[in-house]
């Protein structure tokens, strides 16, 4: 029954064999300008492919395009394929049974979805430039890659043709229909698979204007976020030894690619140490885009790191892009990089390897090339041993670590800073400029500053607001101590003036110090009873010293 009812449909199409199609092919007419004003490229093959399957003597309309060769570990044609490099890659697909009318041929993920070039009469044109034309099979389907297919379908005529433009393979239009190709199809649908090669190198290009004018909208909105949030540090400013050992450090490291880890405590200016990588790389023209770690909601991770689609998530009212994307060709710096879920680091060590990622509710994977620089004022090597950072990722992150030295062990930068400080925010707060004395830069440098450059920052500003016309008072809190038991029956005595010491003779403190600490542990660094421990200091910092100081372990 079955047979008899595909070969009463094949002869009723036949009857119309040697009618004029020539008002048929004449309303392509009417949509073939239209085409050149659809953008997106996947939209606009859809188009072509649905209005071709529309004539009822077309069984099947299909677009290919060139693409890499990235799904040979289960493509069904992997044993044949000459070049698992490039393929043509199924992008749109209309159609009908013959006798399963409701299966549904606009899907793009069935056997064929990606072709080898010469393989098939498809393949053959990808791999040829050259259109390839059936007019009537004649029962002989062993040019089909399915024949059986062809055959149950009635299969007649096939007419396939490249979309080249400028001499560049872009793909293959293929129209597969139940009556003998007429004798005007060919160049007509010659005519449509030239219109498509413009109309795909035309979306392309708007799609690539929309890409740029999207990125330069994120790189405004984040640029205007890094000026409403940066503390600004003045620039580098300094005159310690560990501040030149800084820029040192910065100047090796900035011409390269390299990902960089600036590890120091709260404060001491890391995001201003990655504003100046930054400033001296090849990346200088593109955008410096900053991610603060810590304050991500932890569901919103993914989103903001890689953006999502219209529709991923509750909220999603639109396509967004996220920071990656936003720093594609910049440097994209992970602040508090150690606040990162755990769950969420392996996509970012994805990213960092391979450099592509997929929006939240996108299965399209999206390449891009930027700059890492983390900073943390956690050990990350301890997160690490602790369970909750990666150790790839420590690795990946690791290349060029930069200690950033606390102000307490810098303190000849603090007159420098601090003269900076007063002058800035006077500018800032339109007050008068007012005068730092002698007095005032021992009371700054007698400080420990637990919260480093930050907080000399904000104590100047503080003072300044406080003092108006008044002599310039500086209010530090006061160190904790045990208070006494009961108090004292004699008076304390006052308290002797503090010496200013040279860099060299704070050199020459710092060095004895440090080796009569070493000395007494016998240069055990780490863990409990460690000359780290001993100065109340972290091992990283007591190690950089130890450099910095030329101390050598006595063999």
């Known amino acids: 029954m079955r047979v008899a009812q595909q070969s009463a ?5 036949t009857v119309d064999l040697n009618a004029d199609y020539r008002p048929e092919f004449e ?5 073939l300008l239209d085409l050149a004003r659809i953008r997106p490229v996947d939209e606009l093959l859809k188009q072509v492919v649905t209005r071709l399957s529309e004539r009822p003597h077309v069984s099947l309309a299909r677009v290919w395009l060139l693409g890499k060769g990235d799904q040979c570990a289960v493509c ?9 490099k490039v393929c043509l890659h199924l992008r749109a697909s209309a159609g009908r049974s013959l006798l399963s009318p409701g299966s549904d041929w606009s899907h793009c993920n069935g056997e ?32 089909f890659l399915r024949p059986a297919w062809a055959q149950t379908e009635g299969i007649r005529g096939f007419n396939g043709h490249p979309i080249v433009y400028n001499g560049e393979m872009l793909g293959v239009l293929a129209v597969f229909t139940r009556i003998p190709t007429p004798d005007q199809a060919p160049t007509w649908v010659r005519i449509l698979a030239d219109y498509i090669a413009v109309a795909i190198v035309n979306a392309r290009a708007f799609e690539e204007i929309e890409h740029l004018r999207t990125q330069l909208e994120l790189e405004n909105r984040y640029l205007r976020e890094e000026v409403r949030e940066a503390k600004d540090f003045a620039g580098i400013l300094g005159q310690s030894t560990a501040w030149r050992e800084l820029l040192r450090q910065i100047q090796k490291v900035a011409p390269t690619d390299t990902t960089v880890l600036i590890q120091g405590e709260s404060g001491t200016g890391k995001e201003l140490v990655a504003r100046e990588i930054h400033r001296l790389s090849q990346r200088q023209n593109r955008p410096l885009i900053r991610v603060n770690c810590a304050s991500i909601p932890r569901d919103l991770y993914e989103s903001e790191f890689f953006g999502h689609a219209k529709g991923a998530f509750t909220g999603a009212l639109k396509d967004r892009a996220g920071r990656f994307e936003a720093a594609d060709g910049g440097t994209l710096f992970l602040d508090e990089v150690a606040e990162i879920p755990l769950e969420l680091q392996s996509k970012l060590l994805r990213v960092l390897q391979e450099g592509q990622y997929e929006r939240v509710g996108e299965e399209k994977s999206r390449s891009v090339n930027v700059r890492i620089i983390a ?7 301890e997160a690490v041993a602790e369970g909750h950072f990666r150790q790839d990722l420590f ?45 005032h830069v021992k009371q700054l440098c007698a400080y420990d500053w637990p919260g480093n ?28 101590s045990p208070a006494p038991a009961l108090a004292p029956t004699h008076p304390e005595p006052a308290p002797t003036e503090v010496k200013v010491l040279t860099e060299a003779e704070l050199f020459q403190r710092e060095h004895a110090n440090t080796l009569a600490a070493l000395t007494k542990t016998n240069w055990k660094i780490h863990g409990p009873g460690g000359a780290a421990h001993l100065l109340g200091v972290k091992p990283s910092t007591l190690l950089a010293r130890i450099k910095k100081l030329g101390l050598k372990r006595p063999y």
């Open 27 to 31: 309303s392509f007419k009417g949509w």
């Open 112 to 143: 064929f979805r990606r072709i080898p070039l010469g393989l098939g009469n498809v393949g053959a044109i990808g791999a040829t430039a050259q259109s390839r034309v059936i007019q009537d099979v004649a029962g002989n389907y062993a040019s």
């Open 395 to 439: 690795y990946r992150l690791n290349v060029f670590p930069i200690e950033v030295a606390p102000l307490r062990e810098r303190k000849t930068d603090i007159p420098v800073l601090a003269t900076h400080f007063v002058d800035q925010a006077a500018r800032r707060l339109k007050l008068k400029t007012p005068r730092l004395t002698e007095d």
């Open 76 to 84: 069904s044609w992997r044993n044949q394929c000459p070049d698992q």
């Open 375 to 381: 900073a943390t004022n956690r050990r990350l090597d």
């Open 453 to 480: 450059v930050r907080e000399l920052q904000n104590v100047i500003e503080r003072a300044l607001i406080l003092a108006q016309d008044e002599p310039l008072k500086f209010h530090l809190p006061a160190r904790r």
């Open 9 to 13: 449909l094949a002869d009723n199409l």
